[in-house]
């Protein structure tokens, strides 16, 4: 398993980073990017840590439609950790492309 998480999820994930950078936010709906926003961040609990790790999972292992339904699936709290992670993410790329460079 670990070898078909390695060979899929840097491709899939990287295809999501890079559309993310370009503005495009391809696993969210711009209402709930700002409500993400909205409130103050919070800490997860472990079970919402577990709902973000299985989420995470999903998202680099499977096609866009079936992670975009993992995304629907999460509990409000669940999903907004996971857009401000996805953001944090996207943060982070955007240094190194400009150390990069």
Do not use: N
């Amino acid at each position: 398993m670990e070898e078909k998480l390695a060979s899929l999820a840097p491709g899939r994930l990287a295809v999501i980073i890079e559309e993310g950078l370009r503005g495009h936010h391809v696993l969210f709906e711009p209402d709930q990017i700002r409500a993400a926003y909205a409130v103050p961040d919070e800490p997860v609990t472990r079970e919402e840590a577990d709902a973000l790790g299985e989420a995470l999972l999903t998202i680099c292992r499977d096609p866009l439609p079936v992670a975009r339904g993992a995304v629907g699936t999460l509990d409000e709290g669940t999903r907004l950790a996971l857009i401000r992670l996805y953001f944090r993410l996207l943060d982070r790329a955007g240094e190194e492309l400009r150390r990069m460079h």
